[in-house]
């Protein structure tokens, strides 16, 4: 009875101390959130005139040339993962890894993969996809553009050198706390598309030149709205998941302190029992 006793306290002590853990990651996961929140609502005005008038300035009707606006028969595809470096996230790289397997069985092309996160990275590796870097790119909690950079940098050199034909990112969209879809879009060729204010721009000192100046500008402000979104989905998992492995824990310790109660108990009346039947005994 004493070592069963003995062995509920330990379980109940450990216990404890795991949830004080769970519940300091929740409390980081929810101050990182806030401040990725933000981040987000103040890039997001930013990207939207970006992207209005990118979309505007390739809708011109102009020839443009440019290699981010080439599109061509689709032999190879470079896919972007964007996960965490660190796990105790829920299902936030889990989702994105088995949705993009579950996907590379209809693939008709071939296919690379850019990792984001070691989780990425490892499961290239273990899947043994085709990879673009020999690395996994980390990104900060703080996203920084010499990252968003580095990643442009690998994609667009292999674009124009024709290695690849099309980009894909996969992440996940940041809906609110509790919910984060795994999201994928494509990054280029950039796509043309049907635009209502064509006529409020005037476009000095060349649109081509204003697309050579405005595409690479576009495309890194992209990969960096993504990553700012990815980072806000990854704080918001970790929390809910810090918040329920805390809970959990909460009632084991409540369910295993119970048992130790009635451990407790039939030990103390035990021992009357013993007390009281020696009593009777000298008697």
Do not use: C, W
Not at 19 to 43: C, D, G, P, Q, Y
Not at 84 to 95: I, Q
Not at 106 to 126: D, P, R
């Amino acid at each position: 009875m004493g070592s069963s006793m003995k062995a509920i306290k330990e379980r109940i002590n450990a216990t404890k101390k795991t949830s004080h853990i769970t519940k300091a990651m929740n409390m980081v996961s929810a101050s990182k959130l806030k401040r990725a929140e933000k981040a987000i609502k103040k890039f997001s005005m930013f990207m939207e005139k970006i992207e209005e008038i990118v979309s505007n300035v390739i809708s011109s009707g102009e020839d443009l040339n440019h290699p981010l606006l080439k599109e061509r028969k689709i032999k190879k595809v470079a896919y972007v993962l964007v996960t965490s470096d660190r796990g105790l996230a829920g299902p936030y790289n889990s989702s994105i890894l088995k949705e993009f397997k579950e996907n590379t069985k209809s693939f008709e092309h071939q296919f690379m993969v850019l990792s984001v996160g070691n989780k990425a990275y490892s499961n290239s590796v273990s899947n043994g996809y085709e990879k673009v870097n020999d690395r996994p790119i980390n990104i900060k909690d703080h996203v920084v553009f010499s990252d968003v950079r580095e990643i442009a940098s690998y994609l667009t050199q292999m674009y124009a050198n024709e290695e690849i034909d099309k980009v894909v990112i996969y992440y996940n969209h940041f809906v609110n706390t509790l919910t984060q879809e795994v999201t994928k879009k494509t990054l280029f060729p950039i796509s043309k598309k049907e635009t209502k204010n064509e006529s409020l721009y005037e476009f000095e000192g060349g649109i081509q030149n204003i697309v050579d100046t405005l595409l690479p500008l576009y495309l890194e402000n992209s990969i960096y709205g993504i990553l700012l979104d990815a980072k806000a989905s990854e704080h918001a998992s970790r929390m809910t998941a810090m918040k329920s492995a805390t809970d959990n824990a909460n009632d084991i310790i409540g369910t295993l302190e119970l048992y130790y109660n009635r451990a407790r108990q039939a030990s103390i009346t035990l021992e009357l029992t013993d007390i009281i039947g020696g009593a009777n005994a000298v008697e």
